[in-house]
Antibody
Framework: EVQLLESGGVLVQPGGSLRLSCAASGFTFSSYAMNWVRQAPGKGLEWVSGISGSGGSTYYADSVKGRFTISRDNSKNTLYLQMNSLRGEDTAVYYC??????????????????????WGQGTTVTVSS | DIQLTQSPSFLSASVGDRVTITCRASQAISSYLAWYQQKPGKAPKLLLYAASTLQSGVPSRFSGSGSGTEFTLTFTSLQPEDFATYYCQQLYISPYTFGQGTKLEIK
């Protein structure tokens, strides 16, 4: 069974740092791009960051660029999100999500993206003094 | 960044109704659009991708259409388990933005 299990969410003060982890199982982790998606309390979904299967390409939302860093350790089947300079507006449930298996890069390096087909249960980050 | 606007934001309907939700993109995204369903306290679930391709295991009463800047999600006959919040997501270019959501409630 394909599973994603996030951890690391806690209460942190504004300006602080935190690292989220997502342990993957049930699939060949290195073969899939992965993402972090967040949801502030009572709000909609916000795509935060994505990383290719090799880890060589990373992508960020403007709201976190320069403060968050996505990475992965394929030997440990684990995805990470390093969060620095945290703000109140970063308070959210953070979901780890796996790219759909039909997604692929073509010969021009264009990514034919088919969304995310597996989600974790989420981990809650609260930024408050 | 590409903006997605869903309409309506709230929708009240009855079991058995045919319902359509619209998602409009701020620029053309071909057919690179997905739809998700989210129930309270749960992670989202992928319903359709490539605008109209049904994800494995999703009932055929869900259908999607559109390309370019306008897309629709249609429920041919609402079931009790369909009352939830629905989001579109553009898959054309990073950042892969979501619409603001449409909450479908029981009338």
């Amino acid at each position: 069974e394909v599973q994603l299990l996030e951890s690391g969410g806690v209460l942190v003060q504004p300006g602080g740092s935190l690292r989220l982890s997502c342990a993957a199982s049930g699939f060949t982790f290195s073969s899939y791009a992965m993402n972090w998606v967040r949801q502030a309390p009572g709000k909609g979904l916000e795509w935060v960051s994505g990383i290719s299967g090799s880890g060589g390409s990373t992508y960020y939302a403007d709201s976190v660029k320069g403060r968050f860093t996505i990475s992965r350790d394929n030997s440990k089947n684990t995805l990470y999100l390093q969060m620095n300079s945290l703000r109140g507006e970063d308070t959210a449930v953070y979901y780890c999500a796996k790219d759909h298996p039909s997604s692929y890069y073509d010969s021009r390096d264009f990514y034919h993206y088919c969304g995310v087909d597996v989600w974790g249960q989420g981990t809650t980050v609260t930024v408050s003094s | 960044d590409i903006q997605l606007t869903q309409s309506p934001s709230f929708l009240s309907a009855s079991v058995g109704d045919r319902v359509t939700i619209t998602c409009r993109a701020s620029q053309a995204i071909s057919s690179y659009l997905a739809w998700y369903q989210q129930k309270p306290g749960k992670a989202p679930k992928l319903l359709l991708y490539a605008a109209s391709t049904l994800q494995s295991g999703v009932p055929s009463r869900f259908s999607g259409s559109g390309s370019g800047t306008e897309f629709t999600l249609t429920f041919t006959s609402l079931q009790p388990e369909d009352f939830a919040t629905y989001y579109c997501q553009q898959l054309y270019i990073s950042p892969y933005t979501f619409g603001q959501g449409t909450k479908l409630e029981i009338k």
